[in-house]
Protein backbone atom coordinates (compact mmCIF):
# COMPACT_ATOMS: atom_id res chain seq x y z
CA UNK A 1 0.00 0.00 0.00
CA UNK A 2 1.25 3.19 -1.13
CA UNK A 3 2.40 5.25 1.87
CA UNK A 4 1.52 9.41 2.04
CA UNK A 5 2.85 12.20 4.06
CA UNK A 6 0.33 15.24 4.28
CA UNK A 7 -1.61 14.07 1.37
CA UNK A 8 1.06 13.32 -0.83
CA UNK A 9 3.54 10.61 -1.50
CA UNK A 10 6.92 10.30 -0.37
CA UNK A 11 8.52 11.67 -3.78
CA UNK A 12 6.72 14.39 -3.09
CA UNK A 13 8.03 15.02 0.61
CA UNK A 14 11.55 14.02 -0.24
CA UNK A 15 11.01 16.79 -3.12
CA UNK A 16 10.45 19.11 -1.09
CA UNK A 17 13.50 18.40 1.64
CA UNK A 18 16.21 18.03 -1.14
CA UNK A 19 15.17 21.29 -2.62
CA UNK A 20 15.89 23.08 0.72
CA UNK A 21 18.95 21.32 1.77
CA UNK A 22 20.15 22.13 -1.87
CA UNK A 23 18.95 25.64 -1.24
CA UNK A 24 20.74 25.80 2.39
CA UNK A 25 24.18 24.52 0.21
CA UNK A 26 24.43 26.86 -2.01
CA UNK A 27 23.18 29.97 0.23
CA UNK A 28 25.91 29.08 2.56
CA UNK A 29 28.65 29.40 -0.20
CA UNK A 30 26.79 32.20 -1.50
CA UNK A 31 24.38 34.22 0.20
CA UNK A 32 25.42 37.22 0.22
CA UNK A 33 25.92 37.20 -4.02
CA UNK A 34 22.47 35.80 -4.36
CA UNK A 35 21.22 38.85 -2.65
CA UNK A 36 23.65 41.55 -4.70
CA UNK A 37 22.13 40.11 -7.97
CA UNK A 38 18.43 39.78 -7.33
CA UNK A 39 17.39 42.32 -4.40
CA UNK A 40 15.43 45.36 -5.81
CA UNK A 41 12.39 46.42 -4.44
CA UNK A 42 9.52 47.04 -6.56
CA UNK A 43 6.05 48.03 -5.56
CA UNK A 44 4.51 44.83 -7.06
CA UNK A 45 6.87 42.97 -4.68
CA UNK A 46 6.12 44.93 -1.46
CA UNK A 47 2.36 44.54 -2.07
CA UNK A 48 2.70 40.63 -2.11
CA UNK A 49 5.05 40.98 1.03
CA UNK A 50 2.56 42.97 2.66
CA UNK A 51 -0.57 41.18 1.87
CA UNK A 52 0.34 38.02 0.64
CA UNK A 53 0.53 35.61 3.82
CA UNK A 54 -3.19 35.98 3.79
CA UNK A 55 -3.67 32.82 1.76
CA UNK A 56 -1.66 30.82 4.11
CA UNK A 57 -3.78 32.28 6.89
CA UNK A 58 -6.81 30.75 5.34
CA UNK A 59 -5.99 27.82 6.78
CA UNK A 60 -6.13 28.28 10.20
CA UNK A 61 -10.37 29.15 9.61
CA UNK A 62 -10.16 26.25 7.56
CA UNK A 63 -8.42 24.23 10.37
CA UNK A 64 -11.22 25.31 12.77
CA UNK A 65 -14.19 24.23 10.69
CA UNK A 66 -12.18 20.69 10.43
CA UNK A 67 -11.86 20.48 14.25
CA UNK A 68 -15.83 22.15 14.80
CA UNK A 69 -17.25 19.65 11.93
CA UNK A 70 -15.34 16.49 13.29
CA UNK A 71 -16.42 16.99 17.33
CA UNK A 72 -19.53 17.61 16.34
CA UNK A 73 -20.09 14.36 14.64
CA UNK A 74 -18.51 12.87 17.86
CA UNK A 75 -21.77 14.01 19.78
CA UNK A 76 -23.57 16.77 21.51
CA UNK A 77 -21.15 16.75 24.61
CA UNK A 78 -17.88 18.06 22.22
CA UNK A 79 -20.05 20.56 20.51
CA UNK A 80 -18.72 23.19 23.21
CA UNK A 81 -15.01 22.09 22.27
CA UNK A 82 -15.43 22.19 18.94
CA UNK A 83 -16.94 25.98 18.97
CA UNK A 84 -14.30 26.65 21.34
CA UNK A 85 -11.10 25.65 18.57
CA UNK A 86 -13.37 26.91 15.67
CA UNK A 87 -12.93 30.50 17.38
CA UNK A 88 -9.84 29.65 18.51
CA UNK A 89 -8.71 29.42 14.64
CA UNK A 90 -10.42 31.88 13.64
CA UNK A 91 -8.77 34.36 16.21
CA UNK A 92 -5.51 32.90 15.24
CA UNK A 93 -6.22 34.43 11.74
CA UNK A 94 -7.19 37.13 12.50
CA UNK A 95 -4.18 38.24 14.90
CA UNK A 96 -1.72 37.08 12.61
CA UNK A 97 -3.20 39.45 9.95
CA UNK A 98 -3.65 42.67 12.00
CA UNK A 99 0.23 41.75 13.44
CA UNK A 100 1.60 41.32 10.02
CA UNK A 101 -0.47 42.79 6.97
CA UNK A 102 -1.97 45.68 8.83
CA UNK A 103 0.65 48.32 9.22
CA UNK A 104 -0.01 49.87 5.55
CA UNK A 105 -3.98 49.46 5.93
CA UNK A 106 -3.90 51.71 9.11
CA UNK A 107 -1.35 54.10 7.33
CA UNK A 108 -3.81 54.34 4.11
CA UNK A 109 -6.64 55.30 7.00
CA UNK A 110 -4.05 58.38 8.33
CA UNK A 111 -4.05 56.10 11.43
CA UNK A 112 -1.38 57.77 13.93
CA UNK A 113 -1.00 56.37 17.29
CA UNK A 114 -1.53 58.44 20.40
CA UNK A 115 -3.77 60.93 17.42
CA UNK A 116 -6.11 59.30 16.14
CA UNK A 117 -9.31 57.83 17.35
CA UNK A 118 -8.89 54.03 18.51
CA UNK A 119 -11.59 53.17 16.50
CA UNK A 120 -9.47 53.65 13.63
CA UNK A 121 -6.89 51.69 14.85
CA UNK A 122 -9.02 48.74 15.21
CA UNK A 123 -10.94 49.13 11.42
CA UNK A 124 -8.01 46.75 10.29
CA UNK A 125 -9.29 44.02 12.45
CA UNK A 126 -12.95 44.14 11.28
CA UNK A 127 -11.60 44.07 8.04
CA UNK A 128 -9.92 40.78 8.85
CA UNK A 129 -12.85 39.04 10.64
CA UNK A 130 -14.62 40.13 7.26
CA UNK A 131 -11.77 38.55 5.12
CA UNK A 132 -11.96 35.44 6.27
CA UNK A 133 -15.65 35.08 6.88
CA UNK A 134 -16.34 33.49 3.41
CA UNK A 135 -14.20 30.00 4.47
CA UNK A 136 -16.50 28.51 7.37
CA UNK A 137 -19.81 28.10 4.72
CA UNK A 138 -17.40 26.92 1.73
CA UNK A 139 -15.68 24.10 4.14
CA UNK A 140 -19.22 23.27 5.03
CA UNK A 141 -19.77 22.29 1.74
CA UNK A 142 -16.39 20.65 1.24
CA UNK A 143 -15.93 18.88 3.90
CA UNK A 144 -16.83 14.89 4.10
CA UNK A 145 -17.74 14.04 7.51
CA UNK A 146 -18.01 10.34 7.48
CA UNK A 147 -14.68 10.10 9.26
CA UNK A 148 -15.15 12.44 11.92
CA UNK A 149 -11.25 11.63 13.42
CA UNK A 150 -9.59 12.17 9.69
CA UNK A 151 -11.03 15.88 10.13
CA UNK A 152 -9.92 16.78 14.12
CA UNK A 153 -6.61 15.14 13.17
CA UNK A 154 -6.25 17.74 9.95
CA UNK A 155 -7.55 20.60 12.19
CA UNK A 156 -5.34 20.03 15.24
CA UNK A 157 -2.53 19.19 12.20
CA UNK A 158 -2.77 22.69 10.87
CA UNK A 159 -3.51 24.36 14.13
CA UNK A 160 -0.75 23.31 16.61
CA UNK A 161 1.67 23.08 13.56
CA UNK A 162 1.79 26.71 12.65
CA UNK A 163 1.53 27.94 16.08
CA UNK A 164 4.71 25.64 17.31
CA UNK A 165 6.60 26.62 13.80
CA UNK A 166 5.71 30.39 14.75
CA UNK A 167 7.44 30.35 18.11
CA UNK A 168 10.18 28.09 16.72
CA UNK A 169 11.27 30.65 14.15
CA UNK A 170 10.84 33.33 16.61
CA UNK A 171 13.47 31.50 19.44
CA UNK A 172 15.81 30.77 16.31
CA UNK A 173 15.76 34.34 15.60
CA UNK A 174 16.61 35.42 18.74
CA UNK A 175 19.30 32.60 18.84
CA UNK A 176 21.24 33.67 15.52
CA UNK A 177 20.63 37.37 15.54
CA UNK A 178 21.71 37.59 12.18
CA UNK A 179 21.68 40.56 10.18
CA UNK A 180 18.92 41.62 7.02
CA UNK A 181 20.35 42.12 4.22
CA UNK A 182 18.55 45.31 4.46
CA UNK A 183 20.28 46.76 7.15
CA UNK A 184 23.35 45.54 5.49
CA UNK A 185 22.73 48.17 2.86
CA UNK A 186 22.63 51.08 5.04
CA UNK A 187 26.35 50.60 6.26
CA UNK A 188 29.18 51.90 4.18
CA UNK A 189 30.96 48.83 3.55
CA UNK A 190 27.63 46.11 3.77
CA UNK A 191 29.75 43.46 3.90
CA UNK A 192 31.59 43.94 7.05
CA UNK A 193 28.95 43.03 8.86
CA UNK A 194 27.38 40.15 7.20
CA UNK A 195 27.30 36.71 8.70
CA UNK A 196 27.20 32.99 7.32
CA UNK A 197 23.67 31.99 9.16
CA UNK A 198 25.68 29.31 11.25
CA UNK A 199 27.62 32.06 12.79
CA UNK A 200 25.36 33.40 15.89
CA UNK A 201 25.47 35.54 18.16
CA UNK A 202 22.69 34.94 20.24
CA UNK A 203 20.35 37.26 21.80
CA UNK A 204 22.11 40.11 20.06
CA UNK A 205 18.54 40.97 17.96
CA UNK A 206 16.09 41.60 21.23
CA UNK A 207 14.01 43.47 19.53
CA UNK A 208 15.54 45.04 16.63
CA UNK A 209 13.99 43.71 13.27
CA UNK A 210 17.72 44.64 12.05
CA UNK A 211 18.80 41.50 13.31
CA UNK A 212 16.29 38.98 12.58
CA UNK A 213 17.15 37.45 8.93
CA UNK A 214 17.39 33.50 9.89
CA UNK A 215 14.96 31.66 9.02
CA UNK A 216 12.78 33.50 7.39
CA UNK A 217 9.23 34.33 9.32
CA UNK A 218 7.35 35.11 6.36
CA UNK A 219 8.24 31.29 4.33
CA UNK A 220 7.09 30.09 7.92
CA UNK A 221 3.77 31.06 7.27
CA UNK A 222 4.16 30.54 3.51
CA UNK A 223 5.06 27.20 4.07
CA UNK A 224 1.70 26.30 5.51
CA UNK A 225 0.25 25.70 2.36
CA UNK A 226 1.88 22.37 2.57
CA UNK A 227 -0.91 21.34 4.54
CA UNK A 228 -3.28 22.09 2.00
CA UNK A 229 -3.57 18.49 -0.21
CA UNK A 230 -4.19 17.06 3.48
CA UNK A 231 -6.85 19.45 4.08
CA UNK A 232 -8.27 18.78 0.46
CA UNK A 233 -7.83 14.81 1.21
CA UNK A 234 -10.86 15.27 4.19
CA UNK A 235 -13.01 17.16 0.82
CA UNK A 236 -16.17 15.04 -0.36
CA UNK A 237 -14.40 14.69 -3.80
CA UNK A 238 -10.96 14.01 -3.31
CA UNK A 239 -8.22 12.03 -4.90
CA UNK A 240 -4.72 11.42 -5.12
CA UNK A 241 -4.71 13.83 -8.49
CA UNK A 242 -6.93 16.49 -6.47
CA UNK A 243 -3.80 15.99 -3.50
CA UNK A 244 -0.98 17.02 -6.40
CA UNK A 245 -2.66 19.92 -7.56
CA UNK A 246 -2.63 21.17 -4.21
CA UNK A 247 0.66 20.01 -3.70
CA UNK A 248 1.78 22.11 -6.80
CA UNK A 249 -0.21 25.12 -6.25
CA UNK A 250 1.29 24.96 -2.63
CA UNK A 251 5.34 24.84 -4.14
CA UNK A 252 4.40 27.30 -6.48
CA UNK A 253 3.29 29.93 -3.88
CA UNK A 254 6.21 29.25 -1.14
CA UNK A 255 8.98 29.60 -4.03
CA UNK A 256 7.20 32.88 -5.45
CA UNK A 257 7.21 34.36 -1.53
CA UNK A 258 10.72 32.70 -1.02
CA UNK A 259 11.92 34.66 -4.53
CA UNK A 260 9.89 37.75 -2.85
CA UNK A 261 11.64 37.72 0.65
CA UNK A 262 15.06 37.53 -0.93
CA UNK A 263 14.12 40.13 -3.76
CA UNK A 264 12.42 42.58 -0.96
CA UNK A 265 15.86 42.89 0.69
CA UNK A 266 14.53 41.05 3.88
CA UNK A 267 16.23 37.71 3.53
CA UNK A 268 18.82 35.62 2.42
CA UNK A 269 18.55 32.42 0.50
CA UNK A 270 19.41 30.16 3.68
CA UNK A 271 17.28 31.63 5.65
CA UNK A 272 14.34 31.44 3.30
CA UNK A 273 15.52 27.89 2.50
CA UNK A 274 15.77 26.99 6.26
CA UNK A 275 11.78 28.65 6.96
CA UNK A 276 10.29 26.28 4.78
CA UNK A 277 12.21 23.07 5.79
CA UNK A 278 12.04 23.85 9.70
CA UNK A 279 8.13 24.74 9.02
CA UNK A 280 7.64 21.49 6.63
CA UNK A 281 9.11 19.10 9.36
CA UNK A 282 7.32 20.29 12.34
CA UNK A 283 3.87 19.75 10.23
CA UNK A 284 4.82 16.64 8.64
CA UNK A 285 6.22 15.31 12.38
CA UNK A 286 3.12 16.71 14.20
CA UNK A 287 0.69 14.70 11.03
CA UNK A 288 2.52 11.56 12.02
CA UNK A 289 1.58 11.79 15.76
CA UNK A 290 -2.01 12.68 14.61
CA UNK A 291 -2.21 10.01 12.00
CA UNK A 292 -2.92 13.01 9.09
Same mark, same amino acid.
Given at each position: ?21 ? *??? !? ?7 ? #? =?? &??? $? ?112 ? *??? !? ?7 ? #? =?? &??? $? ?119
Amino acid at each position: MKEYIMGVSKKAFYGVIIVCLI *GII !IGSFYDYQI #N =VL &LAN $KTEIGKLFASYGMYFSYCLYPAAGMCLYTGLKKKGGKFMPLGKALFVIAYFMAVYYSDSYMSKNIRASFGYVPGESSPLLGFLPVLIWVLAYSWIPFVMKRLLDDSDPDKLIAA *GAV !ILIAGIVSD #N =VN &LWL $KQLSSRPRYKYLLTLDDPYSEYRDWWHFVPNLAGSDDNFKSWPSGNMTVASMMFALPMLADRFRKHSPKKNMICFAAACIYVVIFGYNRIHMTNHFLSDVCFGTLITYLIHVVIAKVFKA
